[in-house]
């Protein structure tokens, strides 16, 4: 009996080994996908914060009804993963600060590029800037390049850092959130008038990066942008 017993534990043992080394035969992900987020006003790309909009993906190879999976943004409105399955996939710009767009399906298979327009909510217009000591002023328009329909704009606010890599997730709060101006008004308010962000008690000695950011009372509550300056403090 003792025998037979320890030679089921052999066998138990083996099996279990067996198991734990057996080889995953299932391929990994097999393509990839990239592309420009284009503003449909200028033609260039919509400049962002790092995953200040999305990619939305939904495989229709297996299913009417998937779960989605994101591709974040990169601040130049560049986007790409190479960590995909190839599929018919219905793809969809989404979570920026634009007006909502329909999907398009394609095919992706290998590296598969594909551009897309959207319309911003806002655009920052003659933006100015001047450093007095260690004060420095912003001077901009705010333009809705659709004004019907527009949700009421929330605020307007600075965004400083020390890197070049500037935006509501990347800022040092006490030159960026402390000189906000909350707005809360419609369009038809603020069309046509000029507003001046000043950020005092910048460092001597430091060069910093800033941009105007202007977000409207949608359902991401997402930045437009201005271009990045660069601010050397004497």
């Known amino acids: 009996m003792k025998k037979i017993i320890n030679g089921l534990l052999i066998a138990l043992i083996l099996v279990a080994g067996f198991s734990c ?23 260039a790309n919509l400049i962002t914060e790092t995953s200040g909009m999305q990619i939305k993906l939904e495989e229709l190879s297996y299913s009417a009804t998937p779960d ?34 329909d999907g398009v399906e394609l095919d992706i298979n290998g590296t598969t590029s594909h551009d ?16 007095s000591g260690t004060t420095l002023t912003l001077t901009f328009n705010m333009v809705a390049p659709i004004p019907d329909g527009l949700p009421q704009i929330i605020d307007v606010k600075p965004f400083v850092n020390d890197t070049q890599f500037v935006g509501s997730g990347a800022n040092i709060n006490n ?7 909350t707005l809360n008004s419609n369009y038809s308010d603020v069309v046509g008038k000029t507003y001046t962000l000043t950020i005092p008690s910048l460092k001597s000695g430091r060069t910093f990066y800033a941009r105007v950011g202007v977000r409207v009372n ?3 509550k997402q930045y437009n942008y201005s271009d990045i300056i660069e601010v050397k403090v004497p």
């Open 21 to 43: 080394t057996k080889v995953d035969n299932l391929p990994g992900p097999n393509a990839g996908f990239k592309g420009r987020i284009i503003d449909k006003t200028t033609s």
């Open 68 to 101: 989605p999976q994101y591709i974040p943004s990169k601040q130049d409105g560049t986007f790409e993963d190479d960590k995909l399955f190839k599929g018919h996939y219905r793809v969809t710009p989404y979570g920026g600060a634009f007006w909502p767009v």
């Open 218 to 220: 949608d359902s991401f």
């Open 116 to 131: 897309f327009e959207v319309t911003p909510y806002l655009a920052i217009k003659n933006l100015t800037n001047s450093l």
């Open 175 to 181: 030159y960026s959130d402390v000189n906000r101006i």
